[in-house]
């Protein structure tokens, strides 16, 4: 590991201006690529103590053996130059978009004589028209058997066409009305070419007027009396609007954009992209990278925008860009698109209408593919067990722990304080065993606290039930005896697991193990796994354990402590809606939904209900005298509400209105 300080330049060697650097280890392979406004504001940062460094930096200045620079005269070269190195050299420290897969376009090859319509994948061609990318080759292919019969463009190889051009017979789509067949001479080169430049231009969104066109070419067949004519014209609307319908229109304002969106935690980003062309999604890409650096979502955008743009030009790149954020630098990015495109290009946040909640769409694709990608690793027999084995090493455990169970806390501002226990077994998940606790010994906001009753209370079970099946030889038993069910089965508490993951820091973990000495139980290993750097803390560790960033047992771990967080939330939320749907009529013994209900509807609000007196309480239907009286009173028992307050403007609002019973 190489001190920084030995190959940190002299401050007056490094100029104040834009450029690009590298950072090269050892062998002189270059490790890291980076562009800054100026260059020795930027570098000096590098050279810091390594204890006020993220840690991703830190692990990169401390491999790196030297560094270098190159002036350039504007920030948009330094952007270009940064992007044309990061592909050259493939620097390890970079964050690397890299497709999940190869995605296939709609390919016209407007290059050869007779251009012809394709699936394509890989890199893009000079000469050739893309529409795209697709989800799947079959969705192209059924665009293209709808086009073919208004637009009747080759689509055969090279060897089918010569074939077809010796033998003087097209193929069976020659046949059918869906080539032209230029072949065998139906059609002369330039006759064929207008047909793909028309292709083109519906494919690029270009649709009403060609439309329109047809149906007034049906209507003049029809008047005609060319009745065969007017029924190929119609079928031939019908199919290129089936074409149109695949592709669904999301603005109305036929704008050309592409959205990018990000789902991002410590270790992982996803991107998804939407593009969108004539108001119409024409196309849709997405894959994931590690976080190699340590980047905010600004700079992740960058560097998609980079990937996405960097070898493209002309229409290729579309008039607005819409982002999550804007990059750190964002006038030098916008001209280095402008020129990419030859025009301006808008790059900006939607902040309100279609845009922003078509970018919303995008967002949960992006969360959907991050979580897809951890659930496919976590899948996979082999990455759980060196998964659960790179766990056992780190945290020194006698044998891989098969079974996992972790704890969250979950409060809002100290109220409605809950716990999860999710349990893993062999890396997977056991949803059958997910419990949830309500924190019953103290109230107010204290995870601490809260963490030792519930690891207390969930031992105690164990406990119990290990005492219930004869295993418990100590004497004293368990006071706590939850967790039993009547026909004397044992519940899930019954079973232990070798590893007890808390989501926190340091204070979480030193609860949870009190909690286990004070029950005697010094078998279960314990950690926790702190948000903020992925850190692993084991019990009384001044430091913590840090996986490697590429490492199976760090996915794991933070999977089972994503998994329990969010079974905490769920449960919290739905508390807090109860408690505040929660009526006094709920008090009322025998009083049924349909009564409550009846009760509201006819008094219109709670408030009202409370003035009302005994007797036109038992006008509602179905209310005797007793049960007016019990509603009566319990009214009368229970405090007010406190007034409903709208957050927008802080008008407290009356409670004339409906009243959930």
Not at 258 to 287: C, K, N, P, S
Not at 431 to 438: D, G, I, M, T, V
Not at 604 to 623: D, F, H
Request: hydrophobic share 40%; net charge neutral; aromatic share 6%.
């Amino acid at each position: 590991m190489a001190d920084p300080s030995s190959y940190r330049p002299k401050p007056g060697q490094i100029p104040d201006s834009p450029g690009v650097y590298k950072f090269r280890d050892e062998h002189r392979r270059v490790i890291y690529v980076g562009k800054a406004k100026s260059l020795r504001q930027r570098l000096a940062n590098y050279f810091q103590p390594l204890a006020s460094l993220h840690p991703r930096t830190a692990t990169m200045v401390t491999t790196a053996a030297s560094v270098e620079w190159t002036v350039v005269a504007t920030e948009v070269e330094a952007l270009q130059l940064e992007y044309s190195w990061i592909k050259e050299f493939d620097p390890r420290f970079n964050v690397k978009y890299r497709d999940d897969k190869s995605y296939p376009y709609l390919a016209v090859t407007l290059d050869e004589e007779f251009p012809r319509v394709q699936v394509m994948r890989g890199h893009k061609k000079k000469g050739v028209r893309y529409f795209g990318p697709y989800a799947h080759a079959w969705a192209i292919r059924e665009t293209v058997d709808l086009m073919l019969r208004v637009f009747p463009v080759r689509t055969c190889s090279a060897g089918v066409f010569r074939n077809a051009a010796s033998a003087g017979r097209p193929c069976l789509l020659g046949y059918i009305g869906k080539c032209s067949a230029p072949c065998v001479g139906r059609v002369d080169a330039e006759e064929h070419r207008e047909l793909a430049e028309d292709f083109c231009d519906f494919m690029a969104g270009r649709t009403g007027t060609y439309l329109r066109r047809l149906e007034k070419q049906m209507m003049i067949a029809a008047e005609d009396l060319e009745y065969e004519k007017a029924a190929r014209l119609r079928d031939d609307i019908e199919a290129l609007r089936k074409a149109m319908e695949k592709n669904a229109v999301v603005l109305a304002d036929a704008t050309d954009a592409d959205l990018i969106a990000l789902a991002e935690d410590e270790l992982e980003a996803a991107v998804q992209i939407f593009h969108v062309r004539g108001g119409r999604v024409r196309g849709q890409r997405g894959w994931v990278t590690d976080k190699v650096e340590a980047v905010e979502t600004a700079g992740l955008v960058e560097h998609a925008l980079q990937q996405l743009y960097g070898e493209e030009s002309g229409d290729a790149v579309p008039k607005e860009v819409l982002v999550p954020a804007l990059p750190e630098d964002t006038e030098a990015v916008t001209a280095w698109l402008s020129g990419r495109r030859g025009s301006n290009v808008s790059l900006r946040i939607p902040q309100r209408g279609d845009k922003k909640a078509l970018m919303e769409t995008v967002a949960r694709n992006a969360q959907q593919s991050l979580v897809l990608h951890k659930t496919k690793r976590a899948s996979d027999l082999t990455t759980r067990s060196r998964a659960l084995e790179e766990i056992a090493e780190a945290l020194d455990l006698d044998s891989a722990p098969l079974r996992i169970e972790c704890f969250d806390i979950s409060h809002l501002q100290g109220e409605d304080v809950v716990a999860s226990m999710v349990v893993f077994e062999d890396g997977l998940p056991r949803k059958s065993e997910y419990r949830r606790f309500q924190i019953k010994g103290f109230e107010g906001q204290d995870d601490v606290r809260s963490m030792h009753e519930v690891i207390s209370r969930r031992f105690k079970r164990y406990l119990a039930e290990k005492e219930k099946t004869g295993e418990w030889v100590d004497g004293e038993v368990p006071a706590e005896t939850e967790g039993r069910d009547d026909d004397g089965r044992p519940k899930r508490f019954a079973y232990p697991p070798q590893l007890v993951v808390v989501d926190g820091g340091q204070p979480q973990v030193a609860a949870a193990r009190r909690a286990l000495d004070e029950l005697g139980i010094d078998d279960i290993a314990v950690c926790g796994l702190a948000k903020r750097l992925e850190e692993v803390w084991l019990p009384g560790d001044d430091d913590p354990v840090v996986l490697p960033r590429s490492s199976e047992g760090l996915y794991l771990l933070q999977r089972v402590r994503d998994t329990a967080h969010d079974f905490a939330i769920r449960y919290q939320r739905s508390k807090r809606t109860k408690r505040i749907r929660s009526s006094p009529l709920d008090a009322v013994p025998g009083l049924g939904e349909t009564r409550k209900q009846a009760l509201i509807k006819h008094f219109g609000s709670v408030k009202r209900l409370r003035q009302a007196t005994i007797e036109q309480i038992c006008e509602v239907p179905g209310m005797g005298r007793k049960t007016a009286e019990a509603v009566a009173v319990a009214l009368a028992q229970a405090a007010p509400a406190a007034p409903a307050v709208n957050t927008a403007t802080g008008e407290i609002m009356e409670d004339d209105g409906g009243s959930t019973a």
